[in-house]
């Protein structure tokens, strides 16, 4: 109930229509509940006594009573409508928000997937809840006290009945409800595998035709898909028990009143028009009681979501800025200083150990490494996308911990290793760069990183649609515009994660000479070729998450084993080769 009532917080200015539903509902029921004391009425006295004018007045007056009992329902609908639905965009936008100050650590605790299901699944459980239970929130316990309270005074006797029926009900109830709640978290958690596998499937689906493997996708699609059935046919199998059952008690207590209140009529001690009215009152009474049973079957439901919910609004930042942050980065200088980190407090082993790196201000480094050497860990580091576990990562000269994380990657550019582009335009993705952006600026941008080469043959240039994933474009270009959006912030530090990889040499070497042009801009490149890297200011040769060795082009050829290793496999492919090249 706690993460509910956190949850109820973000109803905002839409808490004054559930108020206002609440007091339609209160409203309605009421005006319903005084019908039967009408019929009553009308049966003992106008029927009885053949009072034609009288009949008609109790006509008149129930006839008036259900139209606004009738309006009341629909004006609850509509609020209850506009609370629900607003309540549910607002725990999204909550979510969503904070999803986007998680650092990397903390969405390493979620898979995406799942994020999906909470923002999307588990939302619409809990709007179902307000939607479908809080008419019967409100109106079961109304009914049932009043319909009690107004039977006992009609009949205590014959109201003796609820004494018996309303424990047998709660037993079954509680029951019921201890079996199927624990049931509804494995029945979302079904969901988030369910999500996993189409996101997974779909994403890769070029993957999936060219290896044909749509068979083998769907069998695994199948087999989750079952999960979630059996799931959920063993779950609601065990929730709608309280229908059957409580349907037998409500037809037995009908039963008996009948008959108690049958022979009650022969000795004349109850007359037929109380006992019509009292049978009114006794359905209406096991009828809130089934209510107040579905809204707590709705209730274990809304439960379960509400904390899948919190449990990624309470996910605690493990980044965040200072209460004094520093909001000016001064220049692009970075400084490694005997950093070692590690992605969980856990691991057995860091992923770096022991880094100490200086780069000054302006200049260009290359960092190259086998595959599982750290280098993207290295670079991560910068603009502060994980901490350190140990040590300290300067840039500018302060330590990035002392920084406004927003400030900090303003000045830090970084073209991720896995490109992406959104959906629209192409102007509209490099705006991401820089949102005010001239044209003139923009196409400056995409010369320098030579994409203005084929967004000149595009019929639309700049307003071109690039889809869903920018899927209609090849991967180099995919680089280049990537490059483009980064260069439009105008950094202190650019970062290149292999980020020319899907590029051609000859476009690479354009696109290095463009750069090298910047000259206020540190600029910090992995690269797998070592083309890449051989005219830079030093190169850093990462193995194992240490360094092992820094240096220019002809220092390392001239001394380091892995850096001679790799040149003549990729230059020359000889041992003679790489000798005589050393020699140079």
């Not at 619409?124 to 479908?132: E, K, P, Y």
């Not at 449990?311 to 005997?338: H, I, Q, R, W, Y």
Request: proline share 3%; net charge neutral; with cysteine.
């Amino acid at each position: 109930m706690r993460d509910i009532r956190r949850l109820l917080m973000y109803l905002g200015p839409y808490r004054k229509d559930m108020v206002t539903g609440a007091f339609l509902v209160l409203a309605e029921t009421c005006l319903e509940l005084f019908i039967p004391v009408l019929i009553a009425d009308l049966i003992d006295v106008g029927v009885a006594g053949h009072d034609i004018s009288y009949i008609l007045s109790k006509g008149l007056q129930m006839g008036v009573c259900a139209v606004l009992a009738l309006i009341t329902g629909l004006l609850y609908a509509r609020f209850a409508a506009r609370a629900a639905y607003g309540w549910g965009a607002n725990v999204r936008e909550a979510q969503y928000k904070r999803v986007q100050n998680y650092s990397f650590a903390n969405l390493d605790h979620f898979d995406s997937s799942s994020l999906v299901t909470r923002m999307t699944t588990d939302v619409t459980v809990l709007q179902n809840a307000i939607n479908g239970g809080f008419r019967p929130l409100v109106r079961g316990p109304v009914m049932l006290v009043m319909g009690v309270a107004l039977s006992f005074w009609m009949n205590p006797r014959l109201a003796l009945v609820f004494v018996v029926c309303t424990p047998v009900l709660g037993i079954i109830l509680f029951f019921i409800i201890r079996k199927v709640a624990p049931m509804y978290g494995w029945l979302q958690k079904t969901v988030d595998r369910l999500n996993h596998v189409v996101q997974e499937g779909l994403t890769a689906i070029r993957a999936v035709k060219a290896f044909v493997r749509g068979q083998y996708e769907e069998e695994k699609f199948q087999a989750v898909n079952r999960e979630l059935m059996e799931t959920s046919q063993t779950t609601f199998h065990y929730a709608v028990l309280n229908l059957p059952v409580f349907q037998v008690v409500m037809y037995t207590a009908v039963v008996l009143i009948l008959w108690f209140g049958g022979n009650m009529i022969l000795d004349s001690s109850l007359q037929v028009g109380d006992l019509t009215g009292f049978l009114s009152y006794v359905m209406q009474v096991i009828n809130s009681l089934m209510l107040i049973a579905n809204v707590f079957l709705l209730l274990t439901r809304s439960l379960a979501s509400a904390c899948r919910i919190s449990e990624v609004l309470d996910e605690k930042l493990v980044l965040d800025s200072p209460p004094d942050a520093v909001k000016n980065v001064t220049d692009g200088s970075v400084d490694f200083e005997n950093v070692s980190f590690k992605y969980r407090a856990d691991a057995r082993k860091n992923a770096l150990s022991g880094v100490t790196l200086h780069i000054r201000a302006g200049e260009t480094v290359g960092i190259l490494g086998g595959t599982g050497s750290a280098k993207t860990t290295l670079v991560q580091l910068i603009p502060r996308l994980y901490d350190v576990t140990e040590g300290t990562v300067k840039v500018g000269g302060r330590d990035v911990r002392e920084y406004d994380l927003e400030a900090l990657r303003d000045a830090v550019g970084m073209i991720l290793q896995k490109n992406v582009l959104f959906s629209g335009t192409v102007r509209e993705n490099l705006k991401w760069g820089n949102p005010v952006a001239s044209d003139d600026t923009l196409w400056e941008a995409c010369r320098t990183a030579c994409a203005d080469e084929f967004l000149e043959r595009l019929p639309r240039g700049l307003d071109t649609d690039l889809g869903q994933g920018a899927n209609n474009i090849s991967g180099g270009q995919k680089q280049r515009l990537c490059i483009a959006r980064t260069l439009l912030r105008q950094p202190k530090v650019l970062i290149f994660d292999d980020s020319t990889s899907a590029v051609d040499t000859a476009t690479e070497g354009k696109i290095r000479s463009a750069l090298a042009e910047l000259k206020d801009v540190t600029k910090i490149i992995i690269a797998q070729r070592i083309t890449s890297v051989m005219n830079t200011d030093q190169i850093v040769i990462l193995e194992d998450g240490k360094v092992h060795a820094v240096g220019t082009h002809r220092e390392l050829l001239a001394g380091d084993p892995i850096y001679q290793e790799i040149y003549r496999s990729q230059m020359k492919g000889g041992d003679d080769h790489g000798s005589t090249a050393a020699q140079c």
